[in-house]
């Protein structure tokens, strides 16, 4: 049995020491059902099984005879995910029975905490290794999802620039059946993608369209977009060395369309799947795009370049015109879009914009359930007046720093026809700093949400 990282199968481990799981209320019972030495060794610790703790239990020879894990949220994978790093790197085995839905929080947690990025390094040190007869089909496919968006953040752009990224879908594509298609360079030009060209040209990388299709005609169509700028430099409005330190990540919304799609087509979710990429390279050279300058788009509309650093919307724009006209019974998209978001909501909460209540609710309720969270925002169209322009239709930015994240998605939406639902996610896709099951880099957030919120909407 081929497992992930973190996991052995138990047939082949003869060692696995007994793992209890345990939260504060049910401490005192597991207190008095231990031994004298071992229930000595815990009061000794003061252990009292606050959430996201652990502790060894010692045998009479002196060697682990076991541990208890203390969670909170039994239903929260990341109330497990320090159990890897906290224990010693060896086999455990879970001492009792727990609900399926524990059980398979425990067992996605268990994956989250054990996952480091090791293209150019080797992990400091093994994970605790779980013992299981089996792993769900579906908790190793999401636990792959995220994984795939952790590992393309990750990696840095001279080996995740649009060629990779095209590379990636393609793979993806063949292993499930799926129809690619790509638009580069001048040709983006000559099928009418004129703002991803311009965002794109100045890099000797071509930008680029990726198109991937997947699925029955018959079943309900689901378009999904991403942010593929796969290194942010500003364009001539430079950023900051502080601000362009972490740009590798500006195609954090990329990873999780192309995560989500691969996740979907690996359940067979029965739905007709569009996964579009505009994957370019925001760079400063002779043909970079100018402040100043208008662009033309493929909804017809001209923008007038106030800031050449709000160019993910640019490209989104071209793309969500593109995948609208498929008339999708949904459409998508994911987005590190905006530092405003991370300014209102903090790094770890998405910031969610939707056009269409029913769909929103069902998001918001599956981002509950899967406690993935995310947080509504409003499309509150009196900011539009932020992105006004004297001699084009609008502007991609403005003078005010006032709502930036909304004045963001008030722009996306001019690019998504009236009636179209449309769901918007504005993500950070990163972890500033190590947290258990969260260490520091990309993250994926909101992808559960998403797919679980997918997986009943492929029902209805």
């Not at 029965?270 to 033309?296: F, H, S, Y």
């Not at 923008?303 to 498929?326: M, P, S, Y």
């Not at 530092?339 to 599956?366: F, H, K, M, S, T």
């Not at 947290?435 to 994926?444: D, F, I, K, Q």
């Amino acid at each position: 049995m081929n497992l992930p990282t973190g996991f052995v199968d138990a047939s082949a481990s003869t060692a696995a020491l007994p793992l209890h799981v345990v939260d504060r209320a049910r401490a005192p019972q597991w207190r008095e059902a231990l031994a004298d030495a071992a229930r000595g060794w815990v009061e000794a610790q003061a252990f009292d099984a606050s959430p996201g703790t652990a502790i060894v239990l010692p045998g009479a020879d002196g060697q682990p005879a076991g541990a208890l894990l203390a969670v909170g949220d039994a239903l929260d994978p990341f109330a497990y995910a320090h159990a890897p790093l906290a224990l010693p790197a060896r086999d455990w085995s879970l001492a009792h029975d727990m609900p399926e839905p524990a059980r398979d929080a425990l067992l996605l947690g268990w994956g989250l905490g054990s996952y480091r990025f090791t293209r150019y390094r080797a992990a400091p040190r093994p994970p605790a290794r779980l013992a299981v007869d089996t792993l769900p089909d579906e908790v190793r496919d999401v636990l792959a999802a995220i994984v795939r968006v952790r590992d393309l953040v990750n990696t840095p752009t001279q080996h995740m620039g649009p060629d990779e990224l095209e590379r990636t879908a393609c793979e993806i594509g063949e292993v499930h059946g799926a129809r690619i298609k790509v638009v580069s360079g001048d040709d983006l030009v000559e099928q009418n993608f004129p703002a991803i060209h311009a965002v794109g040209r100045a890099s000797h990388r071509a930008p680029r369209l990726i198109r991937l299709d997947w699925g029955d005609a018959s079943h309900p169509h689901v378009a999904i977009v991403g942010k593929g700028v796969c290194f942010d430099t500003g364009g001539l409005n430079i950023k900051a060395g502080e601000g362009m330190r972490n740009m590798k990540k500006d195609m954090g919304g990329a990873a999780h369309a192309i995560a989500l799609a691969e996740l979907l087509m690996a359940r067979r979710v029965p739905l007709r799947l569009t996964l579009l990429v505009p994957a370019v390279e925001n760079a400063i050279g002779p043909d970079a795009l100018r402040p100043g300058e208008v662009i033309a788009t493929r909804s017809g509309l001209h923008v007038e370049i106030d800031n050449t650093d709000a160019e993910g919307r640019l490209i989104l724009g071209d793309a969500l015109v593109h995948a609208a006209e498929g008339s999708p019974a949904l459409l998508i998209d994911f987005a590190t879009l905006t530092g405003a978001a991370r300014i209102a909501l903090g790094p770890d909460l998405p910031a969610l914009y939707a056009n269409d209540e029913a769909q929103a609710n069902a998001l918001l309720q599956a981002s509950n359930e899967a406690r993935d969270p995310l947080w509504r925002m409003p499309l509150w169209q009196p900011y539009w007046r932020y992105l006004s322009s004297g001699i084009a239709d609008f502007a991609n930015s403005g003078p005010s720093r006032m709502a930036g994240s909304i004045t963001a998605a008030l722009y996306l939406q001019r690019f998504v026809p009236a009636g179209q639902p449309w769901l918007h996610m504005d993500t950070y896709a990163w972890n500033d700093a190590d947290r258990p099951g969260r260490p520091a880099g990309g993250e994926a957030q909101g992808l559960r949400a998403v797919y679980a919120m997918l997986r009943d909407f492929a029902k209805t």
